[in-house]
């Protein structure tokens, strides 16, 4: 299996700017997770898929971003309008029954600049 | 809430010498314990992980033992090598609940070995 696919890897738009993420999990995943990477918070949750059905978005910093998982096989985090403190490292993770302890496959993270 | 705390880095150590990276946690009941190491430019991948009091989690000559008496988790290593420069993350699931999705972790250790 090729593991968790994001793209883009890198990303820089301007500040007001539509930005889509996507993410396609490994296959046989039934969890998909969001997290958001940076210098000042670290790792935070934004958002928990079980079974395509978001769990939990209290993660989610505000309106402007938004989580969709349409089928098994994909989901996109997307912000609206852009500014410069969504600046980070944005990962997919996916993973079988994750609440039984089973492990959690990260993604090699989008960039994303807002300038 | 649940919380991790681990040593500030960086650490910056010669190859062969001994590694510590201390982790502490603070949650109710009873967590798994993990750490997940991120090469540069990768995403998070786990490296080792305890779901019980007293466990050790050993991978790649790394070890940690699940201490629930200090609520601590370190991690070791006794002959670090170049190649395991990363950033190490001590992470903390809960292990029961509604909310036993959701991986709470540290701020990150930035460890350099040189040659």
């Known amino acids: 299996d090729a593991g968790v696919i994001q793209s883009p890897r890198h990303e820089v738009t301007e500040m007001g700017q539509e930005v889509t993420l996507r993410c396609k999990p490994i296959s046989g995943h039934n969890s998909l997770f969001w997290y958001r990477q940076t210098m000042m918070r670290g790792l935070e949750l934004l958002i928990y898929f079980n079974n395509n059905v978001p769990i939990d978005d209290s993660g989610m910093p505000e309106d402007r971003f938004s989580a969709k998982m349409p089928n098994a096989s994909f989901s996109t985090l997307k912000i609206q309008p852009s500014e410069p403190r969504d600046s980070a490292v944005y990962f997919c993770?996916?993973?079988?029954?994750?609440?039984?302890?089973?492990?959690?496959?990260f993604g090699q993270g989008t960039r994303l600049t807002v300038v | 809430g649940n919380s991790v705390t681990q040593m500030e880095g960086p650490v910056t150590l010669s190859e062969e010498a001994f590694l510590t990276i201390n982790c502490t946690y603070t949650?109710?009941?009873?967590?798994?314990l993990f750490w997940y190491v991120q090469y540069p430019g990768e995403g998070l991948q786990l490296l080792l992980k305890a779901t019980k009091a007293d466990d050790k989690g050993s991978n790649k000559g790394f070890e940690a033992t699940y201490r629930k008496e200090t609520t601590s988790f370190h991690l070791e290593k006794g002959s670090v090598q170049v190649s395991d420069s990363a950033v190490y993350f001590c992470a903390l699931k809960p292990g029961s609940g509604g909310s036993n999705y959701k991986l709470t972790f540290g701020k990150g250790t930035l460890l350099t070995v040189n040659p």
């Open positions: 949650a109710t009941g009873y967590p798994s």
């Open positions: 993770a996916s993973s079988f029954r994750f609440r039984e302890n089973t492990e959690a496959f």
